[in-house]
């Protein structure tokens, strides 16, 4: 494991072959951000931070001196500054142990690593639909916040099953998350009317037709607030919910949604991965590209890491159901995640980052030779986690591992994995991990 951080300079010297702006957005991913009331100040009329689905922070809401989690924008564009960046976005990960500060100065929005100004900084815009809300007070943006300025993104059950009984991930905090929020004083929302556990259908259809009038058609020029793709999570559901079976709740929002929009933008489903029968209803219903998250490639580590996953579905069928569905979606269709660091979580993980970073390897050249294109997202160690409170993942694990990551994509040809958008530097419009901005080089 790492011992003392290296500063930024000392990565972009190891790694030539990688862009700088992977390096930076890997380093702010892994250690978080702070930022001054003047750069809180500035950030009062954007896209806010959402908590759509996990926290995305490194510390509690009631250690935020400043009311950061109420103030802060959901992503962040960095570019320009010391090594003239492309514009990359990243998820913003409140901390306080992070020597990434967001500061004003001149007038500029700027990020420092210490004392040295890296970037400049931009803020996301607050789309117009985020000022509308419901009859029942429920605003449009928390029933369907817009991710990085391109996803729409819709959390349908926002708790997870496995929790309670012991078997939840050990890295998630979706339902502590949850918990969090109905218990922070909002001043924004006082009545916690958003904080609901299971979405309404026709409001996301609403929201998601808003959306596609407002952000699809007239605003397609605009590098800004386009509605790319319709992702639908929801945490795992052990036999029903609202007496449903998770197949047919996840059908309700997939039909009230092409209903309202067609089938031009691709919905993205997040979801276990089901029996073949239901694999074939999601697709002829609207479902484009059908994401069930592996979460880590290890045989051991899936048992200890995701017990509840390892017991209701077990790791051999959720490799045989993922790759079986590339026959149903097609290639790059089917995009599992791995949460990229959590390898080396201790006491049980790997301490070497070339034996954890070559045991994810062998699970991407897997499916990707059958034609899964999985993503890994960049482990933000939340404090309402079992994990909470592990040290940072080293630096040099995320950029082996979005290095290979390119390689072996390359060395099977395949497409961008539907729904992320796309892969290149200047081009990859996913804040959750650098692979989407990997290139060969810096040119
Ligand atoms: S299945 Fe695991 S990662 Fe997904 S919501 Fe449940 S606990 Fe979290």
Known sequence: MEEKRQPLEVYVERYPDIPIEVILKEDLLRLGVRFTEAALAAAKDCRPKSYYLFSFDRIRHDEMEKDESSRVPDDIDFLGGLYNLRQTNFRVEIARDTPYLIDVEDGEIVLFENETPVAQILYPPKPDYYRMTFEDGTSYGQIVPLLFGRHAFITIYRFCQFWGAGEECKFCDISANLRDLRKKKDRMNPDHVLYRAVKNADQVATVIETMHKNMFVEEKESLWNRMVSILITSGSIKKTIEGMKPI????????????????????????????????????????????????????????????????????????????????????????????????????????????????????????????????????????????????????????????????????????????????????????????????????
């Open 248 to 443: 047919d709740f996840y059908l309700r929002y997939v039909r009230a949604i092409r209903e309202r929009v067609g089938n031009r933008i691709p919905i993205i489903l997040i979801v276990e991965p089901g029996e073949e029968e239901d694999m074939k209803r999601l697709h002829e219903a609207g479902v484009t590209s059908y994401n069930p998250n592996f979460e880590v490639w290890d045989r051991r580590l899936f048992q200890i890491l995701c017990p509840g996953k390892e017991k209701y579905i077990g790791r051999d069928e959720w490799i045989r159901r993922t790759v079986k569905a590339v026959e149903i979606f097609g290639t790059g269709n089917v995009s599992p995640n791995f949460v990229a660091g959590v390898e080396m979580a201790q006491p049980w993980g790997f301490q070497d980052v070339d034996q954890a970073v070559g045991s994810t390897v062998e699970g991407l050249d897997y499916m990707m030779s059958k034609g899964v294109v999985p993503h890994p997202d960049s482990w933000c160690i939340e404090p309402g986690s079992a994990l909470g409170g592990h040290p940072p993942i080293p630096l040099d694990y995320y950029l082996k591992l979005d290095r290979a990551w390119y390689h072996t994509w390359i060395k099977y040809d395949l497409p961008p994995n539907t729904g992320w958008g796309p892969i290149g530097n200047g081009r990859g419009c996913y804040g959750n991990s650098g692979y989407v901005n990997m290139r060969e080089g810096r040119i």
